[in-house]
């Protein structure tokens, strides 16, 4: 069953203009409920474009975004209905932050939603713990937090609405390697707990493999593969032609596979590798 689909989605700007641009043309993309799906590509490719039509930010100029099997904009008077079903998180969120505290920041969309004084605060409590965000912390005015808890602060206020779709645009840009793993696996977690659907877009390659269960590559605009992570990465030498990188990891076994030492290179997460290695080696640890 699919949470949210995209049916021969267009989106043109400028049209009828010489500025004339497709930023999507024609594609069709499902995002199977309760999973986690990495989409990945070159700047301009239409990463973001398609993040903005999700919760409906975003028009398109053909086609229809389905929610549970519905189009959106059959009743754009209930859109806000859809917005809260439906969370995004652009990147860099903490510049959204604007409360006197962290808890009140987080709170703020469960008050506008009417909810009782004891559901607010089970939901910020939660969504902090997803987050890794401290009670202290929750005191404090969130302009007075490191760059990283700023980030927590910020998608805490999101998941702090319930949303079933959760749409994260580089949620783990420019943080060290522990934070990315915190963010990262606090998102997987909320996913596990309410049995959310999660889109990530990421520039990372190392974190979609390692946390998405199915992969959407887009180039110039258009659904250039799209599959489960091991079947992309099963075609990993194809990822260079969307003018993307790989994992590291990746990159080793591929060169391992040209040198005639393994026969496969669709190795994309460290476990993986060092199980595959093991093997080589003959190294039994039974």
């Given at each position: ?11 043109i700007y400028g049209e009828n203009t010489p500025f004339r641009k497709a930023a999507l043309n024609n594609i069709n993309v499902e995002f199977p409920k309760g999973m986690t799906t990495g989409i990945i590509g070159h700047t301009g490719s ?75 605060k089970e939901r910020v409590a939660l969504a902090a713990r997803f987050c890794g965000l401290s009670e202290r912390e929750l005191k404090r005015s969130p302009f007075e937090l490191s760059g990283g808890q700023k980030r927590r602060a910020a ?132």
């Open positions: 069953m699919n949470a949210i689909e995209l049916k021969d989605i267009s989106v239409g990463k973001s474009t398609l993040a903005s039509l999700l919760n409906g930010l975003l028009t398109p100029t053909s086609g229809k975004v389905l929610l549970g099997g519905r189009d959106i904009w059959e009743k754009p008077k209930e859109m806000v209905k859809i917005r809260s079903r439906v969370g995004l998180v652009f990147q860099y969120p903490e510049y959204q932050l604007f409360d006197e505290t962290v808890e009140a920041d987080i709170a703020f969309g469960p008050k506008n939603i009417k909810l009782s004084d004891a559901e607010i998608i805490a206020g999101v998941l702090a609405m319930r949303p079933e779709v959760l749409v994260l645009d580089e949620p783990a840009a420019g943080l060290d390697p522990r934070g990315r793993e915190e963010i990262l696996g606090g998102l997987q977690e909320y996913k596990n707990t309410y049995g959310a659907t999660l889109i990530i877009i990421s520039h990372s390659m190392e974190d979609i493999a390692k946390y998405a269960d199915r992969i959407l590559v887009m180039k110039n605009g258009e659904v250039y593969m799209q599959g489960t992570t091991e079947e992309i990465f099963m075609q990993a030498e194809k990822l260079f032609d969307a003018d993307l990188d790989l994992p590291q990891i990746t990159k080793l076994f591929i060169e391992l596979k040209k040198r005639g030492i393994c026969e496969s290179s669709d190795v994309y997460t460290v476990k993986y590798a060092k199980n595959m290695l093991e093997k080589i080696l003959g190294i039994n640890n039974a």
